[in-house]
């Protein structure tokens, strides 16, 4: 079956630019999508279609892939940033999540 | 702007079923441009899909649900509603509605709106 695999947690410094990566067998040639959920909330998408940010999401989140990997970039990460992000995309029309990734910024 | 807002029990008794209604507000359900899911969580652990439906019905769920999935559509109450049937402590999670674009049985794209989500605990 189709899986997506993130890193549990990493750690970024304020300032500093955090890259949360997504793998999957055959994860190139589809598209990728990625949530924030903070603690508490609902996810709230970020990116969309590898590397579209939805109205309203501030331009340090960017996105891309390359071959079956695609990346969640934050740049200048702030305090405000510190939350679980999941990749997702579709195969054989079921949606697929990755593990999710928990950022701590400090 | 659209709201998404979910209801139903919190708590539900193994082998029952479990149904909850997404109401969609400021905004319509009948739109021809999207798609309406449902999504869980259980608590500390990560997301999955459930399915989605459409506003004519058509509907597609998980396969590792194996079945036990309905979703169907009420557009003059402008709602949708899950039933998952023979629950067991395994199915206790956060249950978001959520939005996805989608057109004629293509749907594959992002979840751009989603309510905040309810807990479902199952428990005798």
């Known amino acids: 079956s189709f899986e997506l695999t993130q890193p549990p947690s990493m750690s970024v410094s304020p300032g500093q630019t955090a890259n949360i990566t997504c793998s999957g067998y055959?994860?190139?040639?589809?598209?990728a999508n990625w949530y924030q959920q903070k603690a508490g909330q609902s996810p709230l998408l970020v990116i969309y279609?590898?590397?579209k940010r939805p109205s309203g999401i501030p331009e340090r989140f960017s996105g891309s892939q390359s071959g079956n990997t695609a990346t969640l970039t934050i740049s200048e990460t702030q305090a405000m940033d510190e939350a679980d992000y999941y990749c997702?995309?579709?195969?054989?029309?079921?949606?697929?999540f990755g593990g999710g990734t928990r950022l701590t910024v400090l | 702007q659209l709201q998404l807002q979910e209801s139903g029990p919190g708590l539900v008794k193994p082998s029952e079923t479990l149904s909850l209604t997404c109401t969609v507000s400021?905004?319509?359900?009948?739109?021809?441009?999207?798609?309406w899911a449902w999504i869980r969580q259980p608590p500390g652990k990560g997301l999955e899909w459930i399915g989605s439906?459409?506003?004519?019905?058509?509907?597609y769920s998980t396969p590792s649900l194996k079945g036990r999935v309905t979703i169907s559509v009420d557009t003059p109450k402008n709602q949708f509603s899950l039933k998952l049937s023979s629950v067991t402590a395994a199915d206790t999670a956060f249950y978001y509605c959520?939005?996805?674009?989608?057109?004629?049985?293509?749907?594959?794209?992002?979840?751009?709106?989603w309510g905040q989500g309810t807990l479902v605990t199952v428990s005798s």
């Open positions: 279609q590898d590397y």
């Open positions: 959520a939005r996805h674009y989608g057109s004629s049985g293509y749907y594959e794209y992002a979840f751009d709106s």
């Open positions: 400021d905004g319509s359900i009948s739109s021809t441009f999207y798609y």
């Open positions: 055959k994860l190139g040639g589809k598209y």
């Open positions: 439906v459409y506003f004519t019905g058509n509907n």
């Open positions: 997702q995309a579709w195969d054989s029309k079921t949606a697929v």
